[in-house]
């Protein structure tokens, strides 16, 4: 059973920081691009952040030079390193797994809420 638990959310001021984890069970993993997307209130699910079996990595350009993404093959844990929040940034957070890097999230999580207070 495959299973993405994310953790880390919270509440912060504008210009603090938050990281995220999301713990993955069930894959294989080391051939899997993992990623990051948001979804602010009323807003559709926008994607954030990926980082592919390589350690190639992918942002949104509203969040480079703020967040990091990165990913630990042997505890099959990924992190979202967030820096410098802004109100706009607040959002429900959710990981998600690409198989076999495919290009498509087949599996997500349940999300951690992220609120950024001004």
């Known amino acids: 059973q495959v299973q993405l638990v994310e953790s880390g959310g919270g509440l912060v001021q504008a210009g603090g920081s938050l990281r995220l984890s999301c713990a993955v069970s069930g894959l294989t993993f080391s051939s899997d691009t993992m990623g990051w997307f948001r979804q602010a209130p009323g807003k559709e699910r926008k994607f954030v952040a990926a980082?592919?079996?390589?350690?190639?990595?992918y942002y949104t350009d509203s969040v480079k030079g703020r967040f990091t993404i990165s990913r630990d093959s042997a505890k099959k844990m990924v992190y979202l390193q967030m820096n410098s929040l802004e109100p706009d940034d607040t959002a429900v957070y959710y990981c998600?797994?690409?198989?076999?890097?495919?290009?498509?999230?087949?599996?997500w999580g349940q999300g951690t809420q992220v609120t950024v207070s001004a």
């Open positions: 998600a797994a690409s198989l076999e890097s495919s290009g498509t999230y087949e599996y």
């Open positions: 980082i592919g079996w390589s350690n190639t990595i």
